[in-house]
């Protein structure tokens, strides 16, 4: 278990930003096991993987879900590392529940920019209580990083998501949430955190705050491994479509409005 601690004011930031970096919150050692496991992810993905950048771009930018039960480096870092420990103190909650992981690797020279969005309307659960960890394991300069609106999340307003090609409203009905605002054509408007990363950093941020990211250099590779927590507040909110990412079948075990208590969100412990 490592020795990290959390900066005293760092959950109070998470509280209103809505995003805090993490400097150093996984070991060495922890770096080159999450390394390893992305790179086995690489090679054995799953059905849920998909490449989000078009066919013309000179880069690739590749996702998958959901692999951590089939993945023990991914597992280690998400039950062993400092991660759990220090979601219970961003979220301020008694218990920790996995809720998923999720890989984003942009190979170098990909053009493909990740657009502003939240996570949590794609989602099947409701709570204010989460946490995502955005964590590289490459070198990640400021122009490459992840971008957040501060205090985006804190109205509780949900924003209409859409597919990252074509902007296509494939989840929730069209004009049934607010549209994003024009965040980059009125930049003086919106309040913009981002922070350059080393291997071992982190950033963490509350499942709806607006976030974004551009491409990456002819030189930069860009390996992310994301891991996503709920707190004690989280619920299962059935949804009438597939979600992203699909729990094929979760319906029929968990009534909607119901404690996330599924074999695939196991509490973890806090040390």
Not at 117 to 127: A, E, F, I, L, R
Request: glycine share 6%.
């Amino acid at each position: 278990m490592t020795g990290y601690t959390l900066p005293p004011t760092t959950a109070q930031d998470y509280a209103r930003q809505g995003a805090v970096v993490l400097r150093g919150v996984l070991t060495a050692d922890e770096v080159v096991t999450l390394a390893r496991g992305i790179e086995h992810n690489l090679a054995h993905l799953s059905p849920l993987a998909l490449v989000a950048s078009q066919p013309d771009d000179p880069g690739r930018f590749v996702e998958d879900f959901c692999t951590w039960q089939h993945n023990p480096d991914y597992a280690t870092v998400m039950q062993h590392s400092a991660l759990p420990r220090v979601a219970a103190q961003l979220m301020h909650s008694d218990s920790v529940r996995i809720y998923h992981d999720h890989l984003l690797v942009k190979e170098p020279g990909t053009r493909q920019a990740t657009p502003w969005h939240q996570d949590q309307p794609y989602y099947n659960v409701t709570g204010r209580q989460n946490v995502s960890f955005w964590i590289p394991v490459d070198a990640v300069p400021l122009v490459s990083t992840l971008r957040f609106v501060a205090g985006s999340h804190a109205n509780g307003t949900w924003y209409m998501p859409r597919t990252f090609r074509d902007q296509q409203a494939r989840w929730f009905p069209e004009g049934a949430l607010a549209e994003l605002p024009q965040i980059d054509a009125h930049p003086e408007q919106f309040e913009q955190l981002g922070w350059a990363l080393q291997p071992g950093d982190a950033v963490a941020f509350h499942m709806l705050t607006l976030h974004a990211s551009s491409g990456v250099g002819p030189t930069s590779r860009r390996r992310v491994f994301s891991a996503r927590y709920l707190g004690d507040d989280a619920r299962h909110a059935v949804r009438s479509w597939r979600t992203s990412p699909p729990f094929t079948g979760l319906a029929e075990r968990l009534q909607d409005g119901a404690v996330m208590g599924d074999a695939l969100f196991p509490l973890v412990t806090i040390k």
